[in-house]
């Protein structure tokens, strides 16, 4: 019988890790997606519900206090967390539940679920990061420089993952986290 799991991926902004889990859900029904809350404005190209759940600092905050986030962090000046009902109650369908977090959120997880998978995903360089980012046009200048500052902090975490996959080509990313999916629904460990 397959067992859930919790995977998580992390990797610096502008990566490709929205493209990447977007992909991942359209070729696989068995997976699902954790969407985060999020004090974060809305880009002109996101959707409520979709893409995050967008609230105000004091709404997050209250969430956090309730206890209803499974990990909650401050990533480029706004407050990011994985809601935590969908995820516990997936994970006990024998679903695969993938967060898109950062590292530290990455972190707590390791710490309070220990069986999840870790996968961090890797520009093939920095000008690389930065084009990416720039191409992106949805943040200032200012925010950009930010998000450069802290990839090269996030990539310093790339010992406390279990799977390093850089991402050259979307379609050839994907394949290798089906892959290791499929692997790790096969460990003896998630057949207990
Ligand atoms: P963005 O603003 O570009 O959508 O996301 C910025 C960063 O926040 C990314 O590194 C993303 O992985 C991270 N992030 C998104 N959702 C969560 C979450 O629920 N928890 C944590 N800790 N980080 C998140």
Known sequence: MRVGFLMVISGPSGVGKGTVCEQLLKENLDIKYSISATSRKKRPNEENGKNYFFCSEDEFKKMAQEGKMLEFA??????????????????????????????????????????????????????????????????????????????????KFINEYDYAVVNEEVKDTVEKIKAIIQAERLKVVYRK
């Open 74 to 155: 401050k990533v480029h000046g706004n407050y990011y967390g994985t809601p935590k009902k969908f995820v516990l109650d997936s994970i006990s369908q024998g679903d695969v539940v993938i967060l898109e977090i950062d590292v530290q959120g990455a972190m707590q997880i390791k710490e309070n679920y220990p069986d999840a998978v870790f996968v961090f995903l890797l520009p093939p360089n920095f000008d690389e990061l930065k084009k990416r980012i720039v191409k992106r046009n949805t943040e200032d200048i200012e925010t950009i420089n930010l998000r450069m500052k802290n990839a090269e902090n996030e990539v």
